[in-house]
């Protein structure tokens, strides 16, 4: 295979899993009922809703959106009931409670056991004793990088970031909470703890690694970067840029360095207002099956992990080796959630974020 070839091949595999993320699961005409689910994009996979539409007659429509403030804004100019499932970040789970959005799930019927014990988040997803929402996926915003072309026990110190080593080979993720949160775990601080004082530190390490950023894009324009081999590094990745992708070019890889990175996931529950209540608690229980869970990880639209641990016996060795499935344990030690800031400082790390942009 010639190298344009092969680049060809690896940019239409990420144009291809990208824009599957926009096409709706194929629906039966002669479903019995309906449910709607307000979801991420790894929802919209064929291959995950279609078992669930066959074995209980139902048409599943699904509604894409990216981030919470999308979604509750949907959800305002909706009526009562249009909605039934709910797929949210997982730190911001109370936001949803504390808008009476979401229905108490039956605790007794979910597989709480077998869900990683750091992803089970109670903090988060029970109140005055009620579960809300469960995880159901999670991942890394660290650095993935072509192992051919850099030196993979380099990526272990994050601190080669902002040296001059890799220079014009790195892209950085737009999105400034996981990105000022692993700057700010690779100067050695907690992103629970941070506070304005923090920051002037995290803007002067920032401008170092946008002086080696060859560019700074989204989720599209970054992962395709890598993937085509314009950049080398990219900084925020993770298993959900390079899992779905090593397949077909093994060199694409990602690591957690000694510092850490950030650990994002992703929650699921069903509205108050449902008017299908049991069925959508149903489609959460499918979704938290070790099959469904399986299905999931390995959505066309991006890789992670799954919540449920006894998902390991539906993947295939090549993807738990993708997914990093061994490392786990360490990798959830080494990892801090993202930065949960207050308005004030809200504020202040997108002024930052704004300015890099612009360096």
Known sequence: ?????????????????????????????????????????????????????????????????????????????SQPGDW???????????????????????????????????????????RDGKTYAVSEKFGYNTISFNKAKVDPADMEDMTVLWSD?????IAVYDYYLPVMGMVAVGLGKKTSDLSGADLPEIKDTLFKIKDNAKLVGEVVASQTALATGEVDILVGGGEWVTAGLSADNPDL?????????????????VFKDSKRQELATEFVKYILSPEGQAKLATSSCYWAMPANSKAETQLTDQQKTALRWSDQESYIANSQLYPAPDAKLDAEMQDVWTEFLQH
């Open 165 to 169: 080593k890799y220079k014009g080979k």
């Open 84 to 126: 039934d499932v709910f797929v949210i970040d997982g730190v911001d789970v109370p936001r949803a409670i504390d808008a009476d959005l979401l229905a108490p799930l039956p605790a007794d019927a979910l597989p709480m056991d077998d869900i990683f014990p750091a992803l089970r988040m109670e903090a988060n997803h029970v």
């Open 253 to 269: 890889d990602w690591i957690l360095p000694k510092q850490g990175g950030m650990r994002w996931s992703q929650s699921i529950g």
């Open 1 to 77: 295979m010639t190298k344009q070839v092969r680049k060809t091949k690896l940019k239409n595999a990420v144009l291809g899993a990208l824009l599957s993320s926009v096409v709706l699961a194929p629906l039966s005409a002669q479903a019995t009922e309906e449910l709607n689910a307000l979801v991420w994009c790894d929802h919209t996979d064929p291959a995950l809703i279609e078992p669930f539409e066959k074995k209980f007659d139902v048409k599943v429509n699904l509604k894409e959106y990216e981030g919470t403030g999308a979604a509750l804004t949907i959800v305002e100019q």
